[in-house]
């Protein structure tokens, strides 16, 4: 079952802030986070694997609730660099392998 | 290190063509993966290697067949494919295989079918 992300777009201005949603009708066992540019490949950006479980990277920092079966993905003074479409991924069980990605988010940050 | 690297970069081919496309990865890693990508849609899972063996397929139709000759390279065979089999094709690596694990994705190859 794809996971739900909100919202589907987002425009920023630089140094502002952004939540990006990831949401699952069933049991949540890991949250991947992607980020991916025009004509480029998705960069990994952090994993969740445990509820409760926080990631920080520079000013880019997840959560993971695994009671509610959502994750969130936070990105603080935003960067020019930040723009792309922004994915999460889940696992259907525990056993790796199959990841299954939200509908993406987009996200533009303008000058 | 965490490159994976595919060739080509692009690719044209006709219905009745006959082509493959590469993916390497010299990470040790132990399970690799094909996605397949529209335009502004997810990457959707292919197939998955796990030490070497087809552990994954996802229902692909079977002009797509993959290879996996070592723990390296991973190989999709494309065999009179469909214009609406045009799209990027990803190939991604874990270092575990069977447990949830970071994917790193290589460039991809963009194929367009005529």
């Known amino acids: 079952q794809q996971p739900v992300q909100s919202p589907q777009a987002v425009i920023l201005r630089e140094g502002e802030d952004a939540v990006i949603n990831c949401s699952s009708s069933k049991a949540l066992y890991s949250v991947h986070w992607y980020r991916q540019k025009h004509g480029e490949a998705p960069v990994f950006l952090m994993i969740l694997l445990k509820g409760g479980e926080q990631k920080g990277h520079e000013k880019i920092s997840a959560s993971f609730n695994e009671k509610k079966q959502q994750s969130s993905l936070y990105l603080t003074a935003s960067q020019l660099s930040y723009s792309g479409t922004y994915f999460c991924g889940t696992h259907p069980n525990n056993q790796g392998g199959k990841l299954i990605f939200g509908q993406g988010t987009e996200l533009s940050v303008k000058p | 290190d965490t490159e994976v690297t595919q060739t080509p970069k692009h690719l044209v081919m006709g219905m009745t063509n006959k082509k493959s496309l590469k993916c390497e990865q010299h990470?040790?890693?132990?399970?690799m993966y094909w996605y397949k990508q529209k335009a502004k849609k997810p990457p959707e899972l292919m197939f998955v290697?796990?030490?070497?063996?087809?552990?994954i397929n996802e229902s692909v139709p079977s002009r797509f067949s993959p290879e996996c000759p070592n723990s390296s390279l991973l190989n999709l065979h494309l065999h009179a494919l469909q214009p609406e089999d045009s799209a990027l094709y990803l190939c991604a690596s874990s270092r575990l295989a069977g447990a949830p694990d970071t994917q790193y994705f290589g460039p991809g190859t963009r194929l367009t079918v005529l």
């Open positions: 290697y796990s030490y070497e063996k087809l552990s």
């Open positions: 990470m040790g890693h132990r399970a």
